[in-house]
Every structure is written in structure tokens, then in C-alpha cells.
């Protein structure tokens, strides 16, 4: 079983529609959340980064922590056809060094 | 500023082969992470490098080896390259070991014929 699991997609919306994204994982001890974007042929940015559990805002995108259930989502609102990328889950531990990625799902946002 | 930047952009190699890939972190980090990226897949810790010295490494093999220099810019050294080595190389820079990595480079795409 890998530490991170993620739906691959593609996922297929048209715009101005909600996105959500999502990921388990089994290491109880992660406590660093993070969202990347990657687009094709590029290097991953760093969309939102969560401490623990909760929820947190930046402008169009809300990334939630449930950590009792493993669980963490993306949510995207307004979806815009520059919003088509894959979207990687990523998480870590305190202390830890290394980040732990999900596969990355594929989202096209349709005109 | 112009980010993490990494060298080359392409390359190809043939089995059994040695490469070095390079990588200079965005103005001001001191910490640099190598991640491996097959296709279709998240990204892989190879590992990271802090103050010159490996700090963690992932579950790769002795043939992934790295440098970090006094400037903080970083190499990543793989020997007898196979095919399965393929994939986009990922160079990450952070400010302070453990600290989340915020930037990325665009990658070095190794293919293995």
C-alpha cells in the first residue's frame, strides 16, 4: 500500500464549475499538507500549504485536513481553463525531511 | 530573481552510461532536495542536501549519488544508467533543512536509450 494514494483522473469539468481533489494517506505521522500544480513540461508550484487539520482559503482555492479520517481535499471554485494541470498531493512530517507525493490527478477545464 | 534553475533542459544517454544533472537554488535558500519524476507518476525524494552534506535520502540505490557546493548549487551524479533511470529530474529549493519546499526547477528530462 503507498503512503499516499490519489485518484490519477483525468477529470474532465467544464468551466466556472467546482473542482475537488482528493487524497488518503496511512502515515498517522504526517502533519505538513501541501497542494502542487504542475503544469505539462514544467516544474511543480506550490498552491497551499496546511499545518495539521482544518481548512484554509487563498483566493479561489480551499484546502481542507481531516486528519482523524487521513484525508485531505482541494477544492478549486470558478474553475478556469488555465486551472488544466495535474494537481499533486504532497505531505510530510514534522521533522521529517522528506516529502511524499501523491501520483497527481489530471484536470482539463473545458471552455 | 530567476528561481531555481536547473541544467541541462533535455538529455539523452545510453545504458550504462554516467550523468550529472545541476541545479542552483532560488537567491537566498541554502537547502536543496532531487526528486525523480516517472511519467504518470508524483514526484520521488531522492535526496537533500544542507551545508554540503546529504541529510536524507530516499530509497534509491548507491548509484544516485550528490554534491552540494559552498554556494549552495547542487549536482546530482548517476552511474551506469539503465532504462528504467528515465524520467524528469526535479530539483526543489527550500530556506533551511525540513523547511517546505515552495519552488521548484522546470526539470531535466533523462531519457536512457
Known amino acids: 500500500q503507498k503512503e499516499v494514494e490519489q485518484d490519477p483522473g483525468p477529470l474532465s469539468v467544464p468551466e466556472g464549475a467546482i473542482v475537488s481533489l482528493n487524497c488518503t494517506y496511512s502515515n498517522s505521522a504526517f502533519q505538513y499538507f501541501m497542494w502542487y500544480r504542475q503544469y505539462s513540461r514544467k516544474g511543480p508550484e506550490l498552491l497551499m500549504y496546511?499545518?495539521?487539520?482544518g481548512n484554509k482559503e487563498d483566493g479561489r482555492f480551499t484546502a481542507q485536513v481531516d486528519k482523524s479520517s487521513k484525508y485531505i481535499s482541494l477544492f478549486i471554485r470558478d474553475s478556469q481553463p488555465s486551472d488544466s494541470a495535474t494537481y499533486l498531493c504532497a505531505m510530510r512530517r514534522t521533522g521529517g525531511f522528506k516529502t511524499i507525493f501523491g501520483a497527481g490527478t489530471r484536470l482539463f477545464v473545458k471552455a | 530573481d530567476a528561481g531555481v534553475t536547473q541544467s541541462p533542459t533535455h538529455l539523452i544517454k545510453t545504458r550504462g552510461q554516467q550523468v550529472t544533472l545541476r541545479c542552483s537554488p532560488k537567491?537566498?535558500?541554502?537547502?536543496v532536495s532531487w526528486y525523480q519524476q516517472a511519467l504518470g507518476q508524483g514526484p520521488q525524494f531522492i535526496f537533500q542536501y544542507y551545508e554540503e552534506e546529504e541529510r536524507q535520502r530516499g530509497n534509491f540505490p548507491d548509484r544516485f549519488s550528490g554534491h552540494q557546493f559552498p554556494n549552495y548549487s547542487s549536482e546530482l551524479n548517476v552511474n551506469a544508467l539503465l532504462l528504467g533511470d528515465s524520467a524528469l529530474y526535479l530539483c526543489a529549493s527550500s530556506s533551511g533543512q525540513g523547511a517546505t519546499e515552495a519552488f521548484f526547477g522546470q526539470g531535466t528530462r533523462l531519457t536512457v536509450v
Open positions: 537567491s537566498g535558500h541554502d537547502t
Open positions: 496546511t499545518y495539521s487539520s
